[in-house]
């Protein structure tokens, strides 16, 4: 199983930035975007896991979201890594807090001991909106920044629940499933 843990949005949310989005979606860029029922706040990337090694991940995620309280988490802004002359992937901004480095930080000490490398790179938090298509012309994305830029959206959730998920890959994308919703404290 190709696994990972998670923040989920609200689905009011996913459709809120579907339609502050929609403008740069219906812009005939060469990207594939990612569907609005599926954005979400990946904390850690786990890669192909057998069974047995997923219960024990789904003991730590419930163990590391009973240990947190529930937080705001602010969404706004947007961009593109690495960056905008050369875009692969198109994203929609997290504001970075305190509830959510510890959150993310509490998820890479739980997975370690069972094998999992810890992230070498700095926690980025961001919503994947979009890849661009490898084979791309260099002027298909004329006017995408200023497109980008025009992206209105600053909304602030309430993160109540850890999620460990599961990616099924298949040729018009992701689909991904909820194996475990950990509630964090009230």
């Given amino acids: 199983m190709r696994l990972f843990i998670a923040v989920n949005l609200p689905a009011a949310a996913c459709a809120e930035i ?5 403008p740069l979606r219906n812009a005939g860029l060469p990207v594939r975007w990612v569907d609005a029922t599926a954005y979400h706040l990946t904390l850690k990337f786990l890669g192909e896991v057998e069974e047995d090694l997923a219960r024990a991940l789904a003991r730590v995620v419930g163990e590391v979201a009973a240990r947190h309280p529930a937080f705001p988490l602010r969404l706004r802004g947007a961009g593109a890594f690495p ?3 050369r875009p692969s992937v198109w994203w929609l901004g997290i504001e970075a807090s305190e509830a959510l480095a510890g959150l993310q930080q509490d998820v890479e000490r739980g997975t370690v001991p069972l094998g999992f490398p810890a992230e070498q790179r700095p926690f980025s ?3 994947t909106l ?3 298509a490898r084979d791309y012309r260099r002027d298909a994305l004329a006017g995408a920044e200023s497109r980008l830029q025009a992206v209105a959206f600053d909304r602030t959730i309430t993160v109540e ?3 460990l998920m599961r990616s099924h890959l298949t040729p018009r994308g992701a689909r991904y499933e909820r194996l475990l919703v950990a509630p964090l404290r009230p």
């Fill in 18 to 22: 579907a339609a502050a989005t929609r």
């Fill in 83 to 85: 960056n905008l002359r």
């Fill in 125 to 127: 938090p961001h919503l």
């Fill in 130 to 132: 979009g890849r661009t």
């Fill in 161 to 163: 629940t850890l999620d």
